[in-house]
């Protein structure tokens, strides 16, 4: 099931490679079969025997192995069936050849046709690889000034023309001849003979021509570095040919000649030069381990000749010493093979791969050393500009990841716009985001990729840096088994950008995407090397910039939050505005929104004071109610971004009424064990929160705690100042008032005396009672004065002294209503008492019924003459509720709590002729609450719908004589 899609998508080339293997065996037995019995009967050795044929067998099996690989794998099809072609021509040639040397007819006709049509094969693959001769005519671009270049193109394309008929018609000529030869009974002629050497004249100066003019003319790093590997295996496979065999036979040492059979081993490694030559730079394929291999081929190779060689001079310098012979052979060895292994591995770099020191060579630069930056976007620069040398493109964009959302971004940012010169990473981060875009992508940056979009994880989890055909892939058709390092399938197609994982100590903290190379050629395994070398080299300097991006973000957040200590606290006017100050302060260094709740220790709700920001907010409502031990912990929700990081909070704090989409930051803030409000954050991008900035927040959030509480003491001293200030004033006030109140009662007091002195001889004895009537009202009324303001200073000592007794409440009533009774008939008042004689409270006589007198001289002097006074009663089990309603101008709503306090009179009755010190409603409250009740004043605060003031008192339910009311 695994490999299902990649045998779909090579169905065709797997049949023909079916077809090629079927050749293979049955050439083989056929040839086994001729070749065998005919050689027994020559009573050769059987080893011998089984050598050569093994030999021919594997040399064949070389040919079609690398002609497989390329016909599968190689993405320049036309390239590739001319390989499986010549390969097929050669597997067929060498599988044939013990046979024919066997001078079996049939089997010489095949080897002899097979190898004539391999070598127009391969005479024509070199025209088209590793530089394309055929697309002379088809390339358009002509050289400026160019008519004699194209002149010489004609020419060059006629004769490339004529070279390929010839070579074409002359190979026909050349198999018919190896028919005639062996086929047919009768003598060939001779001009057959000479057509059949000048076909191979032809070809194997055509191919000296070819690949001559290839290595001068190709301009391209790459293409050179193809001819460069081709030539240098097929001279190296020859080289212990020459070394071991040919050597020793010119220098006159026949003996010491190593069999022509042994030394042509090496030349079985042609086929592999010339398969992995082509499939170099078709396959995305890890170059190392071949550049690896190459470089212990070569060594071995070495130390086989570097041996044999010891050997040789030891047996020439000393023969007759086998001790010194060992000696020798051991110290010579011992120096040299060091050397030869490490000449092999260089030999291997600057002969095969001279490309991977150009690379190195351009990582490495000094330049790069000095322009080391802790900078991310110069960091980022810094690869970026690396990956352009390297590869001459102009589309390179590096992806950083950002710890916080969880995205990669470009970096350095991309600069839009008409002129911009940023034009080509534009466009390469135009195509990548049709396959990233997300919705969430909109909040942070639209080029910005999700951590978690499928190219990433694809890009993150393969072993070699893909294609973005590749990375797009639905999971079951990504590369697996050998395709994971070898990726051969998708179309040729240079366009196709090329996706690298940046990573440090294993984990991905970028992304390098490479658009088309300069030499408009696909991505290969040297490039795949080129990145690992870069990246080898730049990833710690990339993630020591984002880490020191991190640091300085931490440090701003720090540095803004820790201006919470600048905040001037003698500013604010209330809780609000401190809230809002902190709110703001937190939003604008984490940059997301913020809110502030400070908690109502009474009613056990959090309410919202401050809220800074646009975004959605958290909770609709203004009240939230802590019910849980959890709704007083930080939380730190991530949202759904969290599947991608480890150890984050999922779940949320109990009191929220519904989940959050977003993430958000739920911080209170406690001090000690009392609870004093909440801090919540809310982002309206994606957000982690790294252990550092938990850390931060956590702090400010301690240190919001503190200024809060100095803010509440603050505001409450001043409360306190305020007030002690506003009392100064009332007593002022009222030393002004009560002189003058006083003084009113007092003067006609004094009046009636100095009359009654004057006059009292003369007086008619009605005036003089009426006289003396007016001047005791006086005294009365002074008294009352003077009892009140008497009280108002030692209320308190007085409370604890009161004897509480059980009392008729409608005696009390009674007896103040006497009181009042001429004062309100002068004024033509109606006083309405409706009260059960049976009702009994607990109370001291005295004092109840001083808050009586009280209300009720209240209720008369703020109430129009003439106007009615009500007095009613409730009552339940435990307590008696007595209400005293006039119809006067009524109590403002705001002004009503501030009456029961000391000092405290109205601002229109300040001028009014109704006289008053601002204590009777004062010593009233201090007077009911000391036994027991409460006092209160109902009002709508409309004129003409007047007031009621309220007192409850405790009922006794204790057996008394009834009276009358
Ligand atoms: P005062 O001696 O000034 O009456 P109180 O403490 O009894 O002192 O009353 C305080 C203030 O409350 C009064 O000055 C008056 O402005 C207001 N007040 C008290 N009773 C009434 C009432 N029945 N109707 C309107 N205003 C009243």
């Known amino acids: 099931m695994r490999y299902a899609y990649w045998a779909r998508t090579r169905i065709g080339r797997l049949l023909t490679v079916l077809l090629a293997l079927l050749v293979y ?149 050349a198999e018919l001849y190896s028919i005639l030869r062996y086929l047919s009974p009768s003598q060939v002629p001779d001009w057959l003979d000479t057509v059949d050497s000048s076909y191979y004249v032809l070809a194997l100066i055509g191919i000296l021509i070819t690949i001559i003019a290839s290595y001068r003319r190709i301009s391209s790093l790459r293409q050179r570095q193809q001819q460069r590997f081709f030539v240098s295996g097929v001279i190296l496979a020859f080289v212990p040919l020459l070394l071991l065999t040919l050597l020793p036979l010119l220098l006159g040492f026949p003996e010491y000649s190593v069999d022509g059979q042994v030394t042509t081993i090496t030349l079985g490694f042609l086929p592999l030069a010339l398969g992995y030559t082509i499939l170099r730079y078709q396959v995305l394929v890890f170059d190392m381990y071949i550049r690896r291999s190459v470089a212990w081929l070569i060594g071995s190779v070495g130390l086989v000749i570097l041996g044999y060689g010891v050997f040789i001079c030891g047996s020439l310098l000393f023969a007759h010493q086998p001790f010194a012979w060992v000696i020798f052979g051991l110290v010579a060895m011992g120096v040299l093979a060091p050397c030869v292994w490490i000449l092999a591995k260089s030999i291997t ?110 890009v993150d989890s393969a072993p070699r840096p893909l294609l973005l055909s590749e990375a797009i892939r639905p999971d079951e058709e990504l590369p697996r088994g050998l395709s994971r390092y070898l990726a051969t399938t998708g179309p040729l197609d240079s366009r196709d950008p090329l996706l690298a994982p940046v990573r440090f100590q294993g984990k991905m903290i970028g992304m390098l995407v490479l658009g088309e190379r300069g030499d408009h050629q696909q991505y290969a395994g040297p490039d795949f090397e080129a990145l690992h070398l870069l990246f080898t080299r730049f990833s710690s300097v990339l993630q020591t910039a984002c880490l020191y991006a991190q640091v300085n973000q931490h440090v701003t957040i720090l540095d803004k939050l820790y201006s919470t200590n600048a905040v001037p606290i003698h500013d604010f006017e209330t809780m609000d505005q401190a809230a809002m100050a902190y709110a703001r302060i937190a939003a604008d260094a984490v940059s997301c929104d913020a809110s502030i709740w400070l908690y109502e220790e009474k009613e056990k709700r959090l309410r919202r004071f401050a809220f800074i920001g646009t975004g959605p907010r958290l909770v609709q409502q ?93 505001l409450a001293l001043r409360a306190a100042y305020e007030r002690q200030k506003e009392l100064d004033r009332l007593k002022d006030e009222f030393i002004t008032t009560t002189s003058h109140e006083l003084r009113t009662p007092l003067t006609a007091v004094q009046g009636y005396l100095e009359l009654l002195a004057s006059y009292h001889s003369t007086m008619e004895v009605s005036m003089l009672d009426n006289f003396l009537a007016k001047a005791s009202r006086g005294c009365e009324e002074l008294a009352l004065m003077v009892g009140n303001i008497t009280d108002a200073s030692r209320v308190q000592v007085d409370v604890k002294t009161m004897t509480l007794n059980v009392i008729s409440l409608s005696e009390s009533v009674q007896h103040v209503l006497e009181i009042i009774e001429a004062g309100a008939r002068r004024e033509q008042r109606t006083i309405q008492a409706a009260i059960p004689a049976d009702l009994f409270v607990v109370a001291d006589k005295i004092r109840l019924r001083q808050i009586l007198l009280n209300l009720l001289s209240n209720a008369l002097k703020y109430s129009p003459t003439g106007s009615d ?17 006039d119809y006067g101008l009524g109590i403002p709503l705001a002004e009503q709590e501030r009456l029961f306090e000391r000092f405290v009179r109205l601002e229109r009755d300040m001028n009014s002729p109704a006289r008053g010190a601002g204590l009777g409603l004062y010593i009233s409250k201090q007077l009911v609450e000391a036994m027991g009740g409460r006092i209160w004043v109902e009002s709508t605060g409309m004129p003409d719908e007047g007031s009621t003031f309220i007192f409850t008192l405790q009922r006794s339910t204790a057996q008394k004589p009834a009276l009358v009311s």
């Open 25 to 173: 065996c049955l050439l083989l037995t056929v040839d086994g079969l001729r070749f065998f019995p005919q050689q027994i009967v020559d009573s050769s050795s059987l080893f011998t025997l089984w050598l050569r044929f093994g030999f021919s067998a594997l040399a064949a099996l070389l040919f079609l192995a690398v002609g497989t690989l390329v016909w599968l794998y190689a993405r320049n099809r036309r390239v590739a069936l001319f390989l499986f072609c010549f390969s097929c021509t050669m597997m067929i040639t060498f599988a044939v050849e013990t046979g024919a040397a066997s001078n079996d007819s049939l089997l010489s006709v095949v080897g002899s046709i097979s190898g004539v049509l391999s070598l127009s094969l391969f005479a024509l693959l070199l025209l088209l690889f590793p530089k394309n001769y055929f697309s002379f005519g088809s390339s358009s671009h002509v050289v400026s000034g160019g008519e004699l270049q194209s002149g010489q193109q004609y020419y060059s394309t006629l004769l490339l023309r004529g070279y390929v008929a010839t070579l074409i018609f002359l190979s026909i000529i």
């Open 349 to 458: 770099d600057r002969l095969f791969f001279t490309e991977m020191l150009h690379y190195q060579r351009l990582i490495e630069q000094p330049d790069a050393l000095a322009n080391e930056t802790f900078d991310l976007n110069k960091a980022s620069q810094l690869i970026t500009l690396a990956a352009v040398n390297l590869f001459e493109t102009q589309e390179v964009c590096l992806f950083v990841l950002d710890e916080d959302t969880g995205y990669y971004h470009p970096c350095p940012p991309l600069v839009e716009g008409e002129n911009s010169h940023d034009e080509a990473r534009c466009r390469l981060v135009q195509r990548l985001s049709q396959y990233t875009a997300s919705a969430e992508a909109v909040q942070t940056g639209p080029s910005w990729i999700k951590g978690n979009a499928v190219i990433v994880r694809h």
């Open 622 to 714: 203004d009240v939230l109610t802590p019910s849980q031990e959890e709704d007083w912990l930080p939380w730190f929700y991530e949202g759904d971004s969290s599947q991608i990081w480890q150890g984050t909070s999922k779940g949320i704090p109990p009191c929220l009424p519904q989940a959050s989409s977003f993430p958000f930051v739920w911080l209170p803030l406690n001090s000690g064990d009392q609870h004093l409000g909440l801090l919540i954050l809310t982002y309206s991008r994606p957000h982690h929160f790294s252990r550092e900035e938990q850390r931060v927040l956590g702090m400010f959030a301690t240190q919001c705690v503190a200024a809060l509480e100095n803010v509440r003491m603050t």
């Open 869 to 885: 006074i009500e007095i009613a009663v409730d009552m339940n089990e435990e307590e008696v509720t007595l209400r005293v309603r």
